[in-house]
């Protein structure tokens, strides 16, 4: 990749150090808006056609950037998390106490609090080596597999409704509605082994298909914005679910005053993969052909094709004859049957002894960091669910080992996302070249010249 | 003021936009950079105006090295610029316009609004400007507003002004307008730089004629030279600037409007009762200037406007209230105006925007999986067929040149079995090369028996493409007269003017 910094090396009076490109953004980027007038924007644009959003540039950009940035985005986020674990750490405080006398000592203690929370990390999600045999040795790797199913199904969720062009934030709400479905057929009915289970996991499905749904059809039908609608539509479903965890006859166990379901029947429970020995449930095989699915949909099927051509530019798959509105219900309604699934998962494999309101843990919001660090392709997304499932799992043995607050877990995560919304960021960090630069500066030349 | 460029280059890492430029504007001298989409005209301004850092060379002005750090140091040295998309904040008057950017302020830091009125008429009046200072930019007609920004530059002490092809989008009378004032800045001493692709232009008002290609000074002409000559040093080869077209053969009428009105989103009436028809094997061009509703026009005929009155039929069919789909399926073929916002999805490669209207079913879909294999083979035949100058079938649109996009969407609807094209502003931003090419492709069309309607606010190109040229003027149809129509009864017409009688077809 030629970058457009190596001729400002050149320049005379330009030679000093490299972050003279940040001080040269704004500037570069007024002229590139000048160089490009020539060329892409209509003479006069009339008043009548939209002018092109910068929010959805931007929103673009954001959720399907490069994949460097996302490694290099985790390797930071993991970074600040390392001083931080420093910072807190009580042994670094009390050296850095006589820290002029003798700094070998907070070094030391600084060395030994991150590798040891960050060695209590790796132990806990992927092989712990103080257990004598492979099989225990290896459990927490199927922990952190676990933790990642339904972190993955409400991944790929989120980003398919973003590769439509839509932020889907209504996560919570589908994957409760879902949860309630799925959870009210499994300890309700009595069915066969299997299609008690099926029965199950397809109502779970709907249920939360069309939770999304209606965020779909309400924008297709009013413009309503996604994602106020899906966020009210969270609380409109917490509360429904609440209401109906504490209703008798509903989804409140029997002879019971607690907000909470009656455990699943064993015929409609994930079977476990590995053994009894192991949490590990079916559910990681559905996420799998999950993302086989989502990724034929996206890149081999014609609806996949259609939705993205609705995402990447609305405009011209409008005139191309697609139909956007109901482009964007069908988005939606995979979308809520993606986080449905992360919702049956739940109730079907983790907790199966009866959910209580707080069944989604959070993980329809997690699936929006999920779907930014895989940049919402299928695969990425499998990837990143992984990395926050070991998070989750590593983190409890990071607490537990090393003292470290679980807190920080959160706030490595946190940061990932805090450093893919701003890839700039990142850029300048690290000093990789803007890969769309060079190409809008001076979109003809290069192509005119390699022609001739 | 002397203007000199020596030896400027800026390079974008491998690339090359300017290679050693020389340019030298003497005092009171129009200067024409002339040259295609992409030769690097606009890179060399940026440099003069500060916004880009050369490489190499420097920027002279008087004989003296400048160093502009930013466009705010040209400004001060006595550059000044008048873009082609007007630089005007459009809820302001034309003196706060003006003012913006080196307010005065009296005590308290009060806008000293009197003296940006008094600055502004005393300019307008030295020019024959006739530009009321307390009007709002946004009521002034465009001619208008690229005065007000003539005005900026001037009020700024500019004493080389950069014409950034200020021509695109004002009607020929306003440009006739604006060459006037040119003559009229030249006589008083300012030099100017004129930057333009429009061969016609600079012929009738530059001194001398420099002409860029792919970067480098590739000559300098003077402004006898022929239009033949001029275009063939701009593209590197012999150019046919004349479209080669036999009588057409008319057939039946295809496309039959009648009564049609279309209301836009903000409720305005932007096309008012127009009926027209098209033959088979015939063109029939619409002029006017931009704005004047054949936008709208076009965007009816294919069902993209909500809110029509009237009908559309073709070949029989009522068109009037079916979706774009059906529209495109009984065989109209759509160049949209803009083909970045509406005829090309950027981050789509090649061969994905080819087949984007007919995502829907065989050939390119069975089953609901892309026959990825069969588009492959289309791409690549398209791509050659069409000249479509590209890495390969997988690169981005984007990454295109707006010639080679533009013929990426001819190529997907030219594709299909049509009974009707519309070509919204075919060639705008399409170098000259690609123009040649692309006028070819319409004629063919034509030649084929399909009724072509062709949208342009260009007269070289009505004139040079139309079996019959529609007028609009807001909205309006002013008249439909034969494709031999003189330019100034056209350039007229384009004013709402009626045009004289035995002239309608």
Redesign the interface.
């Known amino acids: 990749m030629?970058?457009?910094q190596?001729?400002?090396g050149?320049?005379p009076g330009?030679t000093e150090h490299d972050a003279d490109v940040v001080l040269e953004e704004p500037?570069a980027a007024?002229?590139v808006s000048?160089?490009t007038?020539?060329?892409?924007?209509?003479?006069?644009?009339?008043?009548?056609?939209?002018p092109?959003s910068r929010w959805h540039t931007m929103f673009?950009q954001i959720v399907t950037g490069n994949a460097i940035i996302s490694v290099l985005a985790v390797f930071l986020a993991l970074v600040v998390g390392a001083i931080m674990i420093a910072f807190t750490d009580e042994r670094v405080q009390a050296a850095s106490v006589y820290f002029f006398a003798r700094p070998g000592d907070t070094f030391v203690a600084i060395w030994d609090s991150v590798s040891g929370a960050y060695s209590a990390l790796f132990q806990g999600s992927i092989y712990n080596f103080r257990r004598d045999t492979f099989a225990a040795g290896i459990r927490p790797l199927t922990e952190t597999l676990t933790f990642a199913t339904p972190l993955i199904a409400g991944g790929l969720g989120v980003g398919l409704a973003f590769r439509v062009g839509m932020f889907n934030i209504g996560g919570r709400g589908q994957m409760l509605i879902a949860a309630s479905i799925a959870g009210w057929i499994a300890f309700g009915f009595d069915l066969p082994w299997g299609i008690h289970m099926l029965v199950a996991l397809i109502g779970g499905l709907i249920g939360g298909a069309l939770w999304a749904g209606i965020a779909g059809f309400l924008k297709a039908r009013t413009g309503a914005h996604e994602v106020i609608v899906t966020i009210m539509l969270n609380y409109v479903a917490f509360y429904l679910v609440s209401w109906m965890l504490r209703t008798p006859g509903l989804l409140q166990a029997p002879g019971s005053s607690n907000p909470k379901t009656p455990p699943m029947k064993e015929t409609a429970i994930f079977p476990a993969l590995l053994g009894p020995q192991y949490n590990l449930h079916f559910g990681f095989i559905l996420v799998i052909i999950a993302t086989v699915v989502v990724w034929w949909i996206l890149n081999?099927?014609?609806?996949g094709?259609?939705f993205?051509?609705v995402g990447?530019?609305p405009?011209?798959?409008?005139?191309?004859?697609?139909?956007v509105k109901s482009m964007y219900v069908y988005a939606m309604l995979i979308a809520g049957a993606l986080l449905g699934l992360a919702g049956v998962s739940q109730v079907l494999g983790t907790v199966t002894t009866g959910f209580t309101a707080g069944i989604d843990a959070g993980i329809g919001f997690d699936a929006i960091t999920v779907a930014l660090l895989g940049r919402s392709t299928p695969w990425g997304i499998f990837v990143a669910g992984v990395l926050f499932g070991a998070f989750k799992a590593g983190g409890f043995s990071m607490q537990a080992a090393e003292g470290v607050p679980i807190e920080i877990v959160l706030v490595v995560q946190s940061l990932i996302v805090l450093f893919i919304a701003a890839p700039p960021l990142v850029r300048t960090i690290f000093r990789l070249p803007d890969p769309s630069r060079?190409?809008r500066?001076?979109?003809?030349?290069?192509?005119?010249?390699?022609?001739? | 003021m002397k203007l000199e460029l020596r030896g400027i280059t800026k390079r974008f890492g491998s690339l090359v936009a300017n290679d050693h430029i020389d340019l030298m504007v003497q005092p009171g001298e129009i200067h024409a950079l002339l040259g295609e989409n992409g030769a690097g005209k606009s890179t060399l301004m940026n440099v003069l105006y500060g916004l880009y850092q050369a490489d190499e060379g420097e920027v002279l002005l008087d004989d003296e090295v400048q160093h502009f750090a930013g466009p705010g140091d040209a400004m001060a040295a006595g550059i000044g610029m008048v873009h082609q998309h007007f630089m005007l904040i459009p809820v302001f008057t034309v003196a706060e316009n003006v003012m913006l950017g080196h307010e005065e302020t009296k005590f308290g830091g009060r806008l000293d609004l009197p003296a940006a009125r008094a600055r502004v008429r005393e300019i307008s009046e030295r020019f024959g400007f006739h530009v009321d200072p307390d009007a709002l930019v946004d009521d002034l007609p465009v001619g208008v507003q690229q005065r007000v920004e003539i005005i900026k530059a001037l009020s700024r002490d500019a004493r080389v002004l950069v014409f950034d092809e200020p021509t695109a989008v004002l009607t020929p009378q306003e440009t006739d307008e604006l060459m006037g004032t040119m003559r009229q800045l030249k006589e008083s001493g300012t030099s100017i730089v004129f930057i333009t692709h429009k061969l016609r232009e600079v012929r009738e008002v530059a001194d001398r004629i420099t002409v860029i290609r792919l970067g480098k000074v590739v000559g300098e002409a003077s402004p006898t030279a022929s239009n033949a000559e001029l275009a063939s040093m701009m593209v590197g080869r012999a150019v046919e600037l004349t479209v080669h077209k036999d009588e057409p053969k008319l057939g039946e009428e295809a496309l039959v409007v009648e009564g049609l009105s279309v209301i836009d989103h903000i409720g305005q009436l932007v096309v008012n009762d127009v009926s027209f028809s098209v033959r088979r094997g015939e063109i029939l061009a619409v002029a006017g200037v931009q704005g004047n509703g054949q936008t709208e026009l076009t965007e009816a005929l294919v069902g993209l406007q909500p809110r029509v009155r009237g009908s559309i039929r073709l070949d029989g069919v009522d068109l009037t209230t079916e979706s774009v789909r059906k529209i495109l399926d009984s065989g109209v073929g759509f160049i949209p105006e803009d083909r970045n916002e509406d005829g090309l999805v950027g981050n789509f490669t090649i061969a994905e925007n080819l087949m984007l209207d007919r995502s829907d079913g065989p050939p390119f879909v069975k089953g609901g999986n892309i026959q990825r294999g069969f588009l492959a083979e289309f791409a690549r035949d398209k791509v050659k067929e069409f000249d479509v100058r590209t890495q390969g079938i997988d690169s981005k649109a984007d990454q295109l040149s707006g010639g080679n996009q533009q013929k990426v969407v001819l190529a997907r609807e030219l594709s299909r079995d049509l009974s009707l094209l519309v070509a919204a502003q075919p060639t705008r931003g399409v170098d000259v090369g690609s123009i040649e090419f692309i006028h070819k492709r319409i004629v063919e069309t034509r030649d084929r028996g399909v009724p072509v309607l062709v949208v342009s606010t260009e007269l070289d190109e009505v004139t040079a493409l139309a079996d019959r040229i529609m007028v609009m003027y807001r909205g309006r149809i002013v008249g439909i007269v034969p494709g031999n129509t003189p330019r100034d009864v056209l350039g007229l017409m384009m004013a709402g003017e009626q045009p004289a009688e035995g002239a309608a077809a």
């Open positions: 030629s970058d457009p190596a001729p400002r050149d320049a330009a500037q007024a002229a000048v160089a007038a020539d060329q892409a924007a209509p003479a006069g644009a009339p008043a009548e056609v939209e092109p673009q081999r099927s014609s609806l094709f259609r993205r051509a990447e530019n405009n011209a798959a409008r005139v191309a004859g697609i139909n060079r190409r500066a001076v979109p003809n030349v290069t192509k005119e010249v390699k022609a001739k």
